[in-house]
């Protein structure tokens, strides 16, 4: 088999550490960039990892979530260092990874933009500080890819793409995802569900990717209801914390597919968090890629524990005791996806998706989607006009 994207991963995890001696650790003495959000710093963290492992040589504190591309330029102006470490969510991180571009960019930012709008490569010569990664959440998988998400300000979203801006390191410490609330929980735990069963169905998979999928998808099972019902349960934590990593492996071979490529609109437009937008639809696009090629979804089933035509069943069941439908239906209604066109893929992903998908396909899995939820519904009925 070939091979299509390169299925290594040059970070190096470190599993179940206390980041306040790892991250110091790591730095040894260099100089760093901190990057994080107003909310890990308005918990203590910065004081805390500086006084850990020193001031670092400046401090970005505000990132916020989905960073836009103008938010992004103006970290180019930020001082650079020997590497960055970023403490937060995949906002954080992918706000991180465009500062390292950047500053290897020295701050120009025409290929940036270049890069980020029309797909031209980054420089070949660009060499991009180290990047520390510290996840607060179970989902992104950002600690372990090569690219970023960065939002247009005119709604579209960008990839920052580039072997280079893999972290050198990720540093997991489980007791940083004690505080997450529930939606969060549910957003970033299904966003790795996602992660992984995109994976699967994807054109780009191997052997490989399918195996650490069905281990994602297994413990994403068994340990996603705990941390929900439970949010100190630290072995939850650990484990949901370890099945996202796994799944950002997984993704980094093989990209995502008609999950994520529906996703967008849905936060661009709706300000529906990433984790909901992309997960919502799995039962269907389940079903829809069984249509195509029943026994390539085997290594979801063997991780879901169930038969290959029950991967539907079994997932909406899941999701309603999760109570996915009123975390969906507060941001969307069925008359808002009819509002929304047929421009509902992006084309990069849909392309890798094992079964070819047009405009109006996508749009009726996405409402059939919410009508299938729980729950959805009536919050539906309620935010129609
Ligand atoms: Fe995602």
């Given at each position: 088999m070939v091979l299509r994207r390169p299925s290594h991963c040059p970070t190096v995890v470190h599993l179940d550490r206390d980041y306040l001696e790892a991250v110091p650790a790591l730095i040894g003495g260099r100089k760093w960039v901190l990057v994080t959000s107003a909310g890990w710093a308005g918990r203590g963290t910065i004081k805390a990892i500086t006084g850990a492992a020193g001031a670092p040589v400046a401090v970005v504190d505000d990132v916020p979530e989905n960073p836009a591309i103008s938010y992004v330029e103006k970290l180019a102006s930020v001082k650079a260092a020997d590497l960055?470490?970023?403490?937060?969510?995949?906002?954080?991180?992918?706000?991180?990874?465009?500062?390292a571009a950047l500053q290897a960019l020295a701050g120009e930012i025409p290929p940036f933009e270049a890069h980020l709008r029309d797909g031209e490569p980054l420089p070949e010569d660009l060499a991009p500080a180290p990047l520390i990664c510290v996840p607060t959440t179970s989902g992104t998988g950002s600690e372990v890819t090569r690219w970023a998400t960065i939002w247009g300000d005119e709604k579209v979203k960008f990839s920052l793409t580039d072997s280079r801006l893999y972290p050198s390191d990720a540093v997991l410490d489980p007791s940083l995802c004690i505080s997450k609330p529930?939606?969060?929980?549910?957003?970033?735990?299904?966003?790795?569900?996602?992660?992984?069963?995109?994976?699967v169905w994807n054109n780009n998979h191997t052997p490989e990717s399918d195996r650490l999928a069905t281990t994602a998808i297994g413990s994403i099972r068994n340990h996603l209801l705990i941390a929900l019902e439970r949010p100190d349960d630290i072995e939850a934590r650990r484990e949901m914390q370890v099945a996202s990593t796994i799944a950002g492996f997984a993704m980094g071979t093989t990209q995502t597919a008609l999950a994520h490529s529906i996703s967008y609109p849905f936060t661009a437009l709706f300000g529906m968090p990433h984790g909901l937008a992309c997960s919502f639809t799995l039962p269907a696009v389940a079903e829809y890629n069984m249509g195509a090629d029943q026994d390539r979804l085997g290594a979801i089933a063997e991780g879901l524990e169930c038969e290959i035509a029950d991967i539907p069943a079994v997932l909406l069941a899941w999701f309603d005791e999760m109570m996915l439908g009123a975390a969906v239906g507060r941001y969307v209604s069925a008359a808002d996806i009819d509002g929304l066109g047929e421009n509902l893929i992006t084309r990069a992903r849909a392309a890798n998706n094992l079964r070819a998908v047009d405009g109006a396909t996508a749009k009726d899995i996405a409402k059939r989607s919410l009508g299938d939820l729980s729950g959805a519904g009536a919050e539906t009925a309620a935010a129609a006009p």
């Open positions: 960055v470490v970023a403490i937060g969510g995949g906002s954080v991180m992918d706000a991180a990874k465009g500062l529930r939606e969060l929980t549910l957003a970033s735990g299904l966003d790795a569900l996602s992660h992984a069963m995109e994976a």
